[in-house]
């Protein structure tokens, strides 16, 4: 019969890491005596991180003796006790490849059910000092389990474990932890873990995904960057310049899905060839491409584009790419932009009055006032196209005069709650947002308050991600910038050029960085990790151009076009969308 050997707990504290500070609960100690489990913790317990870790689904961890043991040996280890992988529940038995998800034990006067493995997390590795622990837990099958607390009651050390019942589908914790985490998956097997109602929502989540989504859409196009020509530039405001850009030998270019973007590599003189983005504003099929370009105030390649671009030059682009795009359907397609926010929209009005789509569109736009308003005369030619289309416009110049606009509804003011009801737009429909990050979070809120569903609300962010640090304390935010320099590597960086594209930063590559990801964080750009060992895929990041070599190879590979940060090191230049 398996046994309870220790109840650990442990208050979240801040530990220095890395020079920032994380905080954390996986410093957990052994404790004498019955402790009270109740529905969200064992007394005296908490998690530091409650996005990745705790909750009534991950309210107690489990990690077995003989994982201990086996770690032992494999890490050459004499200092491991109880606690030490930040479990809750040391036990003696539960192997994780014969516990089944849905599995429900009896320990003291409680009741518990299992819900998923082990949260691949960077902190069992801080906590151990052995920073690659969260990929070796998946790769040698002993992530250990979470369990959810069905009846509250006091537990010891000492205590019997009884299964109680038996989970449906007799799927263990090991090959859950492998169909997300491993290649090779069994259909089958997905199948049988959306069956499991214990199951974590968000495990269940990311099985519906890898069960439906099928293999990654090609992207259009070419590898690295091509040679095109400016055929055209055009005016579109007194900010506003698009260019169009045809192929050095006339033949069509790749269609574009419409909503992706451009990446336009130049030099403008001063330093580096700078790497910029821009959202394509044509008809999808066209054979050309159309990107508008805003110049901003000190905006070092939007100046040069304006100023110095003419038709006949050439200039290097990366092919269309971009998740931001039109999805196929039947149901309301709600446009929403802001300033040159409108780019990546108006292509899927053109898509959508190009097929003169019958489906309802609402086409919204905010503009400081009608000189400032790009592309009114297109958007309102495509709208005429539509059986179903309906524009509103928002200018926020105070004593903007307001007058008609042909069929659509013009307002004077920021966007509001109120004003969006007054368009009754429809719970079903999908919406794309595009404009700056405050613009898109207040209007995302109204939209959701509205009884929009959140995976229905997509938007797009022209700069970088927001950073996804799990468990780093808020710090100032910094724009990103060149590297301390050699203080920081203890040595001049001659290697190859990393660009990362929507920050606008290049740099030499030095040998004496780890990663990309350690690249990137010196240089303050946001980045997005959570295990930093090649397994979870959350710093997954587009390859614009160029090539990377992994120092250990993820458990895993990506998808084509895409390299995980983490655990990679430029093979020659580089450039990241990040």
Known sequence: MATLLSVNVGKPKDVSWQGRTVH???????????????????DGDGQGDLAGHGGENRAVLVYQLES????????????????????????????DDEVCIGDRYRIGEAEFEVTQPRVTCYRVGMRLGEPAMASLLVAHHRPGFYLRVIDEGHVQAGDDITRTRRGPEALSVADTDALLYLPG?????????????????????????????????????WPGFRTLRVARIVPETPSVTSIHLHATDGTPLPEARPGQYLSIRLSTGKGTPAVRSYSLSSAPGAGAYRISVKREP???????????????????IASPRGTFVLEEGTGPVVLVS?????????AMLHRLAGARDPRPVWWIHTARDRAQHVFAAESRELLARLP????????????????SDGDAHVRQGRLTAESLAGMAIPADADAYLCGPPAFMDTLGGHLRAQGLRPERIHTEVFSALPALNPGITAAPQVR???????AATGSVATGPLVTFARSGITTAWSADRASLLELAE?????????????????CVTPVVSGDAAYTTQPLEPPAAGTVLICCSRPAGEIVLDL
């Open 338 to 346: 802001a300033g040159i926010g409108a780019t990546p929209v108006l």
């Open 388 to 403: 179903h289309g309906r524009a509103y416009l928002s200018y926020t110049a105070a004593g903007e005069v307001i007058r």
């Open 185 to 221: 998956r069994d259909p089958a097997k997905l199948r049988s873990a959306l069956n499991i109602p214990a199951l974590s929502p968000g495990w269940q989540q990311s099985f519906r995904e890898l069960a439906h989504g099928g293999p990654p859409e090609q992207e259009p196009g």
């Open 480 to 486: 990103p910038h060149q590297p301390t320099g050699t």
């Open 24 to 42: 954390t609960g996986a410093w957990k100690a052994p404790v004498p005596g019955r402790r009270m489990v109740r529905r969200l913790n064992i």
């Open 298 to 316: 000190h905006g070092r390649v939007s100046g040069y584009l304006h100023a110095c671009l003419h038709p006949g030059d050439l200039v290097d």
């Open 68 to 95: 201990y043991r086996y770690w032992e040996r494999e890490l050459s280890r004499q200092d491991l006790t109880p606690g030490s992988f930040g479990e809750n529940f040391t036990v003696d038995g539960l192997p």
């Open 522 to 538: 010196a240089c303050d750009v946001p980045t997005r990790w959570s295990c930093r060992t090649g397994v979870c895929h959350t």
